[in-house]
């Protein structure tokens, strides 16, 4: 009798699941290392808008950390197990096959998880939650299509001995990510008050829009500016020109003629003393809610 050929769609996924996971890698790799050499990002032409004001959110770490690291290992996670099986001698079959519907389950689990956060984070992007309007980010929009294309690739191109038990694994699986991440945020102290008002919008906006703030640590005008800012002033683009101070840049305090604190650059404009909300806002561009 003749060997049942094997689905095109079985025989396919892996090696297509496979380059997925490498463009996903380089994306978030890119995003990762931009993110710590303080460049921007391509493709991100308006300033403090889209990609610019998501990438630069509270949202787009955990507890500190580049949600792209996490991305990163996610991909180059899933690229191993798509790819190792393909690696096996063929006259190896039944280890082969083993090893196949082994990681297939271990694919299904991962790319399932990263599937629903991928899903949460569109949700806060059409939501308005970041920046309090809707926003378009074309790298986050990629992974999470790059994503979904890679958990619809597990879920039919693999032959799953018990369609049920899987898809109740899933389930578990996607209760237990959208728990986790609803906890995870929640648990980073006021996320969502800071990034919803007006002020925390604002900071974003000016930290996206490269603006910074130059002051001194022992300065009561410096204080008084960031307390305006309520929780948010943690996420002011603040320059400490003080030696003394934490993490100093004198030389560039020096560079740009910073002779009194507090000091606003924006776009270029140098503004001196403490302002308002609105003052910062009208001087960046924000055209954002100001509720």
Known sequence: ????????????????ITVLT????????????THFLGQKTALCSVE???????????????FGIPL???????YLTLG???GVPLLLKRDEPKAQAQLKELTAYLMFMLSSATFVFSGYLMYLLASGSIGGQPQVCLYCISSAVTMTTIWLLTVFGNPWKDIGNLFFTGAIVAVVTLTGTVGVYA???KIAAQSNSFAGRLAQHLTATNAKMYGAYWCSHCAEQKAIFGEAKKSIPYVECDPKGENPQTALCQQKGIT????????????????????????????????
């Not at 792209?68 to 996610?74: D, P, S, V």
């Open 68 to 74: 792209t690291i996490f991305g990163a290992l996610g």
């Open 260 to 291: 009194g604190y507090p000091t606003w650059e924006i776009k270029g404009q140098m503004l001196s003393g403490r302002r308002s909300l609105e003052e910062l806002a009208n001087a960046s561009g924000y055209t954002g809610d100001r509720s």
């Open 1 to 16: 009798m003749r060997k049942r050929s094997e689905p095109w769609l079985h025989r396919w996924s892996r090696p297509a």
């Open 22 to 33: 490498l463009f996903g890698f380089s994306l978030t790799t890119y995003l990762t290392v």
């Open 80 to 82: 191993l197990l798509a």
């Open 187 to 189: 648990s980073q102290g």
């Open 48 to 62: 403090g808008s889209g990609c610019d004001l998501v990438l630069t959110s509270e949202y787009a770490k955990i």
